[in-house]
């Protein structure tokens, strides 16, 4: 594979998909999955990534997780590049990784250790353990800011090691990171806290970023894509201002409300979402009202 060729086409929207959840059983509503993903497709996804955050990773079994992640890269059938969430200890990240691979996922985003203790050293140790036990290349999700970002000093170099997903909202620190790392490697930068910080991170190097956006309203994140590309700043900072409620909606709650709104605002405007799985809670009334709003303003209702 040419790597740094692969490591282009991440320069793009990183479409986090949902997974739906079935109001009475809580469990994967198969039919909705692929309506999310031809929904994505349908709208200009390049890069579709099952398995992460806004997928409620965590709240899925290691066989719903490769179920989720077989079904992607089936729906998908090579109409653009699946980059599949894996995680949790080295032994089960590999195991993930490699199914994957198996199945025929394009690469992998590896999500940051969740062990409440861990060392800059370890966390190097952990990462390069899962890119050498894979195949396909990997992208890597830093979203702890108190693990150091020397940690990518030690893995850049490594071919298969072809993204940043760079969820850590201080700018400075970013910018140091990204001219210290230089530009002899293999890496796209991605912004990992979406649409709000996309217009400063592309300033500072990360040419993408991820979306939970993208399954609501792809028609904002495509159009910001676009306008940073073409440097069209007053177009940006107008599109900022018009996804800016949104996304702090989901920061709420230190980001407790990440997936709900995403979901609840799916629902409202005739999308299949279901429900999230614990822990975490359906909206309450006051932020239900808001989504609505938003929607309105947005003229999806």
Not at 40 to 47: N, S
Not at 90 to 119: K, S
Not at 227 to 248: C, G, I, S, T, Y
Request: charged share 20%.
């Amino acid at each position: 594979m040419n790597y740094a060729a692969f490591s282009k086409k991440l320069e793009t929207i990183s479409a986090i998909n949902i997974t739906p959840f079935d109001e009475q059983t809580r469990r994967i509503d198969c039919g909705g999955l692929e309506a999310n993903i031809e929904f994505l497709l349908a709208h200009g996804a390049e890069v579709i990534v099952p398995c992460g955050n806004t997928g409620e990773f965590y709240a899925l079994t290691l066989e719903e997780a490769k179920q989720v992640t077989e079904r992607v890269v089936g729906i998908v059938n090579q109409r653009a590049i699946v980059m599949a969430g894996i995680g949790y200890s080295v032994a089960t990240a590999i195991e993930l990784g490699r199914h994957a691979q198996q199945v025929g996922a394009d690469c992998v985003m590896i999500h940051q250790p969740i062990h409440p203790y861990i060392t800059t050293s370890g966390a190097v140790t952990y990462y390069r353990n899962v890119i050498e036990g894979l195949d396909i290349p990997s992208i890597l999700y830093l979203k702890d800011a108190q693990v150091s970002d020397d940690i990518l000093l030690s893995l850049a170099p490594l071919d298969k090691c072809v993204g940043v997903k760079y969820a850590i909202n201080d700018l400075p620190r970013f910018t140091h990171t990204v001219r210290r790392v230089g530009t002899g490697h293999n890496i796209a930068w991605i912004c990992g806290t979406a649409e709000k910080w996309a217009p400063f991170f592309f300033n500072a190097g990360a040419k993408g970023f991820t979306s939970g956006l993208m399954n609501v309203h792809p028609d904002l994140s495509i159009r910001m894509l676009q306008a940073l590309r073409d440097q069209d700043w007053p177009a940006v900072w107008k599109l900022w201002e018009d996804v800016l409620p949104f996304e702090n909606l989901r920061a709420k709650y230190n980001a407790g409300n990440n997936v709900v709104v995403v979901k609840e605002a799916m629902e409202q405007i005739g999308l299949r979402a279901g429900v999230t799985r614990e822990p975490v809670d359906p909206l309450n009334a006051s932020d239900q009202k808001e989504v609505c709003m938003i929607l309105r303003t947005w003229g999806l209702l």
